[in-house]
């Protein structure tokens, strides 16, 4: 490890993207603790969220700036939003976006464009709602006496702080070391992680009531939950199914192609912590946009049902996750187009028939073996919950869940990017085979 790290910083261009990334992480986190105009930021911490879970997630993924609504208080969920929404038209919904989604690097700009105008007006819809709504839950103590001036103010602040924020992940994937979005919700999660063990503490040992024993034996316990968590998340985001192909020979003039023998790697989770990044954004939204008309019946049984902790709520996190799950993998690997490039370049799967077989043979592979990764995504998620009303955890503490499957998830990937850099320069990188 001590040896990987000293190779990091011999190579001269990935010390300047790790250094480049680093500059800007620190940026998004001094940003984090600017205070919107206007806002009474001592409201939020007298009430602490007034126990709302779903904000409490937007809050750790903002890496603490909603509750002190800060300028970066939305996070980058807007443009999460957007995102999804745009690749969901191009999937033939809307023939210019298929069409451009076909056309190679000319075309992802395009589609990169829209994202960013799609970003720009979600965030103005959802930063009008939670000034609305958020001086209505605090009493309008937040804003007082707020006119529609001084929320659209809020709203204009907000929505440029999210958009600086995609400004900054488009950078990080650029000029950093990649995973520009990622790593900013990686870096808000870690942000919020010396308040949940602070939390965890005070809880155990300030209010033990003489009762230190068992104090320490529910902290080991939990320690122990924490690492065979992480163990599972590491496992299953390792792990992959190998479709073995050959690839017959071919004589081309006096050379001779092919002949060997190679296999596809289907991932267990081959979409990573976007379906779970994409799941908490849209349960998000529809609870911001009630914000408009708290007080209403109809808006407060959206507020109330839709947490990820309530029973409707979570159902419907846990079908996104499984949906998006689907969606997104079979969006970056598509059989029919795996199928059709093995059969042009000569390489087949022993026992199956080249083309038509060979889709249908990969769609029945990829569907079981992607059934099984959204499941432990959703069971991963909804984990806190219950363990956490199992241990009688406070509100701020969360066991697994969304943080620490993103936390895993943009570690490894990023860990293998680096990998890869110090490979092609002759380095050995974390994992030596």
């Known amino acids: 490890m001590f040896k990987t790290v000293s190779n990091i910083w011999r190579v001269e261009d990935l010390r300047r993207k790790i250094l480049f990334t680093l500059m800007l992480l620190i940026i998004y986190r001094i940003g984090s603790f600017i205070p919107v105009p206007g806002v009474d930021k001592s409201v939020f911490e007298a009430t602490n969220n007034a126990g709302n879970e779903l904000f409490g997630l937007m809050n750790t993924f903002s890496g603490g700036a909603l509750f002190q609504f800060s300028i970066f208080a939305l996070g ?142 529910k902290m080991v316990i939990i320690l122990l939950v924490v690492v065979l968590i992480l163990i599972g998340i590491i496992f299953i985001h390792q792990g992959n199914r190998r479709i073995p192909v050959q690839y017959a020979k071919r004589v081309v003039g006096n050379k001779m192609y092919g002949g060997q023998n190679t296999h596809i790697p289907l991932k267990v989770n081959a979409a990573g912590v976007i379906p779970v990044i994409f799941a908490s954004s849209l349960l998000m939204f529809p609870v911001t946009i009630a914000q408009f008309w708290a007080g209403k019946a109809w808006a407060n049984w959206i507020i109330n049902n839709m947490s990820h902790d309530k029973p409707l709520g979570m159902l419907l996190f846990v079908l996104m996750i499984i949906g998006f799950t689907f969606f997104y993998t079979f969006v970056q690997l598509n059989p029919q187009q795996m199928a059709d490039q093995m059969k042009k370049n000569g390489g087949y ?48 503490v969360q066991l697994g869940g969304t943080g620490l499957l993103i936390v895993v998830g943009v570690a490894l990937d990023t860990m293998k990017q680096i990998e890869s850099q110090l490979i092609k320069r002759h380095y050995k990188g974390f994992i030596n085979k």
């Open 76 to 217: 980058i969920f807007p443009y999460i939003t957007a995102s999804i929404i745009v690749q969901l038209l191009t999937m033939d919904v809307v023939p210019k976006l298929a069409q451009w989604a076909k056309e190679g690097e000319v075309g992802k700009r395009k589609i990169t464009q829209i994202t960013r105008y799609g970003t720009i007006i979600l965030g103005l819809i959802q930063s009008f709602g939670t000034a609305i709504g958020f001086n209505r839950l605090y009493g309008a103590q937040m804003v007082p006496n707020a006119t529609y001036a001084d929320y659209i103010l809020i709203a204009i602040v907000l929505t440029a702080g999210t958009a600086f924020l995609m400004w900054l992940g488009e950078q990080i994937t650029e000029k950093g070391i990649g995973n520009g979005i990622s790593i900013i919700i990686f870096a808000g999660i870690i942000a919020t992680l010396p308040l949940t063990i602070r939390a965890l503490v005070e809880d155990q040992f300030v209010n033990t009531d003489g009762q230190l024993f068992l104090s320490i034996a």
């Open 349 to 396: 799967i022993p026992g199956i028939r080249p083309g038509k077989a060979t889709a249908t043979y990969l769609t029945r592979v990829m569907t079981r073996v992607t059934l099984a990764g959204s499941i432990f995504l959703a069971l991963i998620s909804v984990m806190p919950v219950f363990l956490g009303a199992l241990a009688g955890l406070p509100r701020e």
